[in-house]
């Protein structure tokens, strides 16, 4: 078989690539270039897509043996993934870059090419695993990036190597060590790559400008002001600037994000209580689904896992689906990925709309939309 191996220069894509070399497969590496300034993305462990990690990921491919390459996917990269990050946050969204690039940029750029010059398959570091053709999750819970690949339609995952599926993070770092690969203890990126100092509320406001508008609370009073509602998280507790204590005394949270009106709402932490959540624009791992069934739903990478029962709504290309949870969750993102499973197995995923507490219609006020992804701790 003739694959093209992935190669980001971390640990995690060099081992994937070593073990496609042991399988006796033919092995091209290649680095995707996907910043016009490469210099600029990577601070420490944190970003990636550096010419730090284009050498690391050639060094590599040298102790393997392999043919190695960089692919230039900058303008494929902004497009798709920083734009479409920009552009979702404008509209009171939360998106999920990772996902987003393993959509648009690794299976979908990167595979088209890879089958276009007649590989059979592009093999990546992802911690995954597929078990005849359908994708489930990793043995290491912890590292598991099931939820990111859960976009990838059939015909993509054909065409998917995930050979770390079995290991932990700990068994990959130890085999890149016994291998002699310089990446052994290179720490891992995090946060989101195109923002190497993690000052994402910073990055958009670059983007977008300063937009003030006002904090309100469930009844419409006036709080206080913001910058703009991108700053903001559904779960967000610090950084209000608040000073009008509630009569209770407890903290305030924010519940919603109105961006045509350009308010940020905020309330108490029941209000943040959701059991209901609609999403559209399904992808099927496996096989198309259309009657209702029950699962697991996950809705972040890492975390916020719930039984759940699915229903669909409408019909044709307007059919929305429908879940309601067996568990409250708090802080659920209009604009982030529902992962449906069946046990350790990936069924398919939707783009959340909108999220509500059954039996309390009205816990965030009419039209406000529900906006990221996680709680901020204290």
Known sequence: MKVLAAMSGGVDSAVAAARAVDAGWGVTGVHLALSR???????????????????????????????????????????????????????????NPCLRCNEKIKFEALLDRALALGFDAVVTGHHAKLIDGQLHRSVDEGKDQSYVLAVLRP?????????????????????????????????????????????????LRKQLGERPGQIVDGTGDVLGTHDGTFGFTVGQRKGLKLTTPTASGEPRYVLAIQPKSNTVVVGSARDLEVDLIRCERAV??????????????????????????????????????????????RGIAAGQALVMYDGDRVIGSATITSARRRE????????ATVHAAAAVSS
């Not at 993070?169 to 002699?180: S, T």
Request: proline fraction near 4%.
């Open 155 to 203: 015909d993509q995952l054909a065409h998917a190597v995930f050979p770390l599926g079995d290991s932990t993070k700990q068994q990959v770092r130890a085999e890149a060590a016994r291998r002699g690969l310089s990446v052994a203890d290179k720490p891992d990126s995090h946060d989101i790559c195109f923002i190497s100092d993690g000052d994402t509320q910073g990055f």
């Open 360 to 367: 309390n219609h009205s816990a965030a006020p009419q039209g």
């Open 37 to 95: 300034q490469p210099a600029t993305l990577r601070t420490g462990s944190r970003g990636c897509c550096s010419l730090e990690d284009s050498h690391d990921a050639r060094r590599a491919a040298d102790v393997l043996g392999i043919p190695f390459y960089i692919w230039d996917f900058a303008e494929r990269f902004q497009a798709d993934v920083i734009d479409d990050f920009v552009a979702e946050y404008e509209i009171g969204h939360t998106p």
């Open 284 to 329: 099927w791992t496996n096989t198309e689904r259309s009657d209702d069934f029950s699962c697991l739903v996950q809705m972040r990478a890492h975390g916020m896992v719930s039984a759940a029962d699915i229903t669909f709504d409408g019909s044709g290309d307007s059919v929305a689906i429908v879940a309601t949870l067996r568990d409250v969750q």
